[in-house]
């Protein structure tokens, strides 16, 4: 019995066997106790019978157990490789596209100021605003009876 576990307890790291008598029968638990994060790989082995059907049987019973074990061990290393590679995969193309994305800030014009720019601004609206239409700023209240808003008369 022994020689069936040792390949499995390799595999594993670590197993442990527990064994309970219910009547006639008995029930024995193999827990694979590995390193790994994945619970479907410490999933028990729980068989119950009577002690001549467990010689029997359990060698053939653990093979089975051991070579299911060792399939979902593989298919979830395969797994972890692939998300792995496709992780890196995809912080790649997003470095690509932010290097991309990225343009560099225009600098401000030389010898003038955000606060100065801003009062630049604001005086040549007040300027263009009043030229434009200076007929507008003698105009009587009836001009606006037109059908248009005299936003001067606002003020």
């Not at 527990?18 to 638990?29: I, L, N, P, R, Y």
């Not at 399939?71 to 995969?89: C, D, F, G, N, P």
């Amino acid at each position: 019995m022994f020689q069936q576990l040792e390949a499995f307890v390799r595999e594993t790291g670590k197993v442990t066997l527990t064994m309970k008598m219910a009547g006639d029968q008995m029930s024995v638990v193999v827990v694979p106790c590995g390193d790994s994060k994945e619970a479907v790989l410490r999933q028990p082995l729980v068989l119950t019978a009577t002690p001549a059907e467990l010689d029997e049987g359990f060698a053939q019973a653990l093979q089975t157990f051991e070579g299911a074990h060792r399939s979902l061990a593989e298919q979830v290393s395969a797994t972890t490789e692939i998300l792995q590679a496709a992780e890196k995969s995809q912080a790649g193309k997003a470095q690509k596209a932010l290097s991309k994305g990225a343009k560099p800030a225009l600098p401000a014009p030389s010898g003038q100021t955000d606060d100065d720019a801003d009062e630049a601004d604001d005086a040549a609206g007040e300027e263009t605003s009043s030229a434009a239409n200076p007929a507008d700023a003698g105009a009587s209240p009836q001009a606006a009876d037109d059908g248009k808003t005299d936003l001067f008369n606002l003020l």
